[in-house]
DNA sequence: CAACTATTCAATTGTTTTATTGAATAGTTG
DNA sequence: CAACTATTCAATAAAACAATTGAATAGTTG
């Protein structure tokens, strides 16, 4: 029966159009900053060091596979991912990837050794620690991006404005720092800041949509 | 800080190294296969039309990325999927494709369409049903695939020894097939034979992997 | 150890994909 | 409506990929 081989190759064929998506380290990225919330071209491409024609090249590739969506606003074009689904197969795949890959494992280890005592805090333990009123959770993303939603209790900071706000924060309650997860580096330098200045700071290495995978797992195990 | 561009950059650089495996729709088949059991390299080819030496090379690009691992077995070259966690990846990246892209929703009611009455029974019901021992469950893969795994319940009856069996199976009860998954036809062509017989049978559309997420998905949210 | 088997390797070809450039478009602002 | 902005389009050149072929390898069997 040729007929379901033809069946299989077409069906095959639609699957890879989103693997495609995901062949591309750029692309990736792209998706992973919309994730945290709409943007615009240039905005994505001073994020990413890509030419401007190049993200929009890229973004086309993403919207013709439905990963991304575009409206117009004032003369922006501005991108969003298609739906929430989107970000949560993000952290399947980065997942597995940190799963099966040594030298992701490899490269994040790098940059936490790179900055001593860099060790981030685990989600649990700040659960906890948080709920007892001991630390200070700060969001250190840009504004738009902790209101499109954010970890519960966490406060903004966007990094920019954090050396204005050193003094505003509370002295005797130690500072835990996140971002937009476990592959951007604001958290990190955010630490740095915070130790530089005297004040007792840790990393949380989960961004929103990690906290919110974590919160669904823990639930689940719970039973 | 061009450092963190360039840390950035190798980390989606390894990322996409996982990426690239999904863009060939020959390669996604392939991991399809290999998550329902280990396969030489042959009958690799035979199952998805393909030259042995193109089998090989995109084995080779899989094991690559560490998402197929193999032994040698006498002189044959036994391939698996290297964890658990990628049929589980598997099955995300088919949830997202179907979500997003209309076309593959469409390629598969064809085929229920093609062959009359094909709806498929829905996994609720069926687990209810075979609880009454209203239903039979067969499961018409290769006895090594269901050996290495079924739906608890199911019997094996695999595709080429149905005929002979016909006679063998309980008369007053439904039969429900199933097979590797939604986007293999072996359980559909089981019905149609049971049909033709006169047999009252339904075609389950999920395979052993989506009946395990499923089951962890209704555990979580029946909290 | 010679014949055979299953698989991999290497070289080639044709096809896709990527980044880059500069022009075109749609929309806004003075 | 002219100047300006953000984005897309189109054309190109360079790079990566996929399928094919035939030879090479590793292992088995008579």
Redesign the interface.
């Known amino acids: 029966m040729n007929l ?2 033809q ?20 692309r ?2 792209l998706i992973d900053l919309l994730a945290q919330g709409p943007k615009a071209v240039e905005q994505l491409a001073k994020l990413t ?1 890509m030419s401007v024609a190049n993200v929009s090249q890229h973004l086309q590739t993403l919207h013709e ?3 991304v969506r575009s409206h117009k606003r004032g003369n922006f074009v501005i991108y969003d991912i ?2 929430p ?2 970000a ?2 993000m952290i ?6 940190e ?3 040594v ?2 494992q490899k ?2 280890s ?2 936490l050794h790179h900055s001593v005592n860099m060790e981030p805090i685990a989600m649990e333990e700040l659960l906890v620690r948080m709920d007892r009123g001991e630390v200070v959770l700060l969001d250190v993303r840009p504004e738009d991006e902790y209101a499109m939603g954010h970890i519960p209790g966490a406060i903004s900071v966007p990094m920019e404005e954090l050396e204005q706000h050193l003094t505003s924060l509370p002295a005797d309650k130690e500072i835990v720092a996140y971002c937009r997860g476990p ?1 951007c ?1 604001m958290s990190a330098q955010a630490v740095e800041i915070l130790k530089s200045k005297g004040i007792k700071a840790a990393r949380l290495e989960e961004g929103v949509h990690e906290w919110k995978r974590y919160m ?1 797992d823990s ?2 195990s719970s ?1």
Do not use: N, T
């Open positions: 379901e081989r069946w299989k190759d077409q069906l095959y064929q639609e699957f890879a159009r989103i693997g495609k998506c995901l062949s591309s380290p750029k990736l990225e060091g596979s439905r990963l298609a739906e689904s989107v949560e197969f399947s795949l980065h997942r597995l990837s799963k099966q890959l030298e992701i490269l994040k790098e940059i592959y580096l669904e639930k689940m039973i």
